[in-house]
């Protein structure tokens, strides 16, 4: 059974590296030599994932015997009548202060339609529609600021038929979201399911920039899963840089930097790409379904100098950490709260040259390094940008005199000296040995780092 539970989201190694890599890069701009793109500020990003969250409803309570259902063999026989109902929105509050008491950022799913309960922008059987809508409003103004929404799909367990807006009759793994249904399934097939749950969150003003697979949906469909996330994403919210997130290395050293894929029209007024964000870690906080102990040491040690974030921090990648918000609430016990309380302490202990990101704006980040195209012409850094980006940071080597302005539409605006790598925010740049490293908010379109001369 567990290495059924564990499949819920597969957590891929090196050998599932090369699946997750077969994806159609798609175009890619001409680079100078010289010129590196940095991470934004010189920091190293890090972002919090939680999955199976929802609105009130304690998603584990109304999934389990689903899938067990679907299983049919005696799997998943977790005692689910003795979980809450609900994970109540004092939990959330008191989460989501913390976290933006301490600069925490991320992703946050909102289940559409949990378990077919009901769906949030209709009906959520056994609450009123004054607490679901009270329900929504913490999300949109206690979240939404430092985490991006996603639908987890529609339900998170059985498939619903979009002609009828019901669940599929058979209750098999086929017609489950976790397993199997995407199998020989279209990129119009998955982006039509796809938009139907971004539509529902639309209906409840919660914007998305991205969508989150629950257990293995995609897995058996990488590329068309990854065209359906660009072409849902941009047909219901006009979202400019797409991004999901499906995979998971939580050991080895394979890259977990974002993956920028299916990229076209760089040249053109509609540049579109998708990107896939990929977490660092296992569910170490309490798992999914709240029956393993949190075990925060394997992020990071007591001792802060081993586990698996400090070993992707070292190495400067994107260290996006995953949980699951039912390990998080721990049944009314928070053992997943505090664990994660505790490997922020750590952290900030340890390291003060980090910066908390959403998904989003690490997937518009990694857009604009990978598909800006950068030129030198004399004195001059010459940037042609399909996407604007904040706090875009390059380290230029051997370039003469300091650079003095970023130039575009006819406009200079003057960077400022700072003393050090730590020092640089937007429109500063600083000494770094033989080379300078300038951080500025890159415009979309043409643009031009000035040096002095």
């Known amino acids: 059974m567990a290495s059924r539970l564990t499949n819920r989201r597969r957590f891929l190694g090196l050998a599932g590296a090369a699946t997750a890599l077969a994806q159609v890069p798609g175009e890619r701009p001409a680079r100078a030599a010289g010129v590196e793109v940095l991470n934004p500020r010189g920091r190293v990003p890090l972002s919090f994932i939680i999955d199976d969250s929802t609105c009130l409803v304690n998603l584990n309570r109304f999934a389990i015997p689903q899938f067990r259902a679907a299983w049919a063999d005696g799997s998943y026989s977790q005692d689910w009548r003795k979980m809450p109902l609900e994970i109540p929105d004092d939990f959330v509050?008191?989460?989501?202060?913390?976290?933006?008491?301490?600069?925490?950022?991320?992703?946050?799913?909102?289940?559409?339609?949990?378990?077919?309960?009901?769906?949030?922008?209709?009906?959520?059987?056994?609450?009123?529609?004054?607490?679901?809508?009270?329900?929504?409003?913490?999300?949109?103004?206690?979240?939404?600021?430092?985490?991006?929404?996603?639908?987890?799909?529609?339900?998170?367990?059985?498939?619903?038929?979009?002609?009828?807006?019901?669940?599929?009759?058979?209750?098999?793994?086929?017609?489950?979201?976790?397993?199997?249904?995407?199998?020989?399934?279209?990129?119009?097939?998955?982006?039509?399911?796809?938009?139907?749950?971004?539509?529902?969150?639309?209906?409840?003003?919660?914007?998305?920039?991205?969508?989150?697979?629950?257990?293995?949906?995609?897995?058996?469909a990488l590329p068309q899963l990854a065209q359906a996330s660009l072409e849902a994403c941009r047909d219901v919210f006009r979202t400019e840089i797409p991004h999901y997130f499906r995979h998971a290395f939580s050991k080895g050293p394979e890259s977990v930097a974002p993956r920028v894929e299916y990229v076209s029209g760089l040249n053109g007024p509609d540049p579109r790409c998708v990107v896939s964000i990929i977490a660092c870690t296992g569910d170490w906080t309490g798992n999914w379904d709240a029956t393993q102990q949190p075990r925060p040491d394997l992020f990071i040690t007591p001792d802060l100098k081993s586990g698996r974030l400090v070993e992707v921090i070292e190495r400067g990648e994107p260290a996006c950490l995953l949980a699951h918000w039912t390990g998080i609430h721990h049944n009314g016990a928070e053992l997943g709260f505090r664990a994660f309380q505790e490997v922020v302490r750590r952290l900030n202990a340890r390291y003060d040259n980090l910066l908390w990101m959403k998904l989003c704006e690490l997937a518009r980040y990694w857009a604009a390094r990978e598909l800006t195209a950068v030129q030198r012409e004399g004195s001059r850094v010459v940037l042609r940008a399909p996407y604007a980006c904040p706090a875009f940071t390059l380290r230029v080597t051997s370039p003469g005199r300091p650079p003095l302005a970023l130039e575009a539409e006819g406009k200079r605006r003057p960077l400022r000296e700072v003393r050090g790598m730590k020092q640089l925010e937007a429109g500063t740049w600083t000494r770094d040995g033989g080379a300078v490293a300038a951080a500025f908010d890159l415009p979309k379109g043409s643009s031009a780092l000035v040096f002095g001369g």
């Not at 199997?180 to 529902?200: H, M, N, P």
């Open 93 to 220: 509050r008191r989460f989501g202060e913390w976290c933006a008491e301490q600069g925490v950022k991320g992703k946050y799913s909102i289940v559409p339609y949990p378990a077919c309960v009901g769906r949030l922008d209709r009906e959520l059987p056994g609450w009123t529609v004054e607490e679901v809508e009270a329900s929504l409003r913490l999300v949109r103004t206690l979240m939404m600021p430092n985490w991006d929404i996603h639908p987890e799909m529609v339900t998170h367990t059985r498939v619903i038929d979009l002609s009828t807006g019901h669940p599929y009759p058979h209750r098999n793994l086929k017609f489950m979201e976790n397993w199997y249904w995407t199998g020989g399934r279209s990129v119009d097939e998955i982006a039509a399911y796809l938009k139907y749950a971004l539509t529902i969150l639309k209906n409840v003003d919660l914007p998305c920039e991205g969508i989150t697979t629950p257990g293995g949906f995609g897995n058996d």
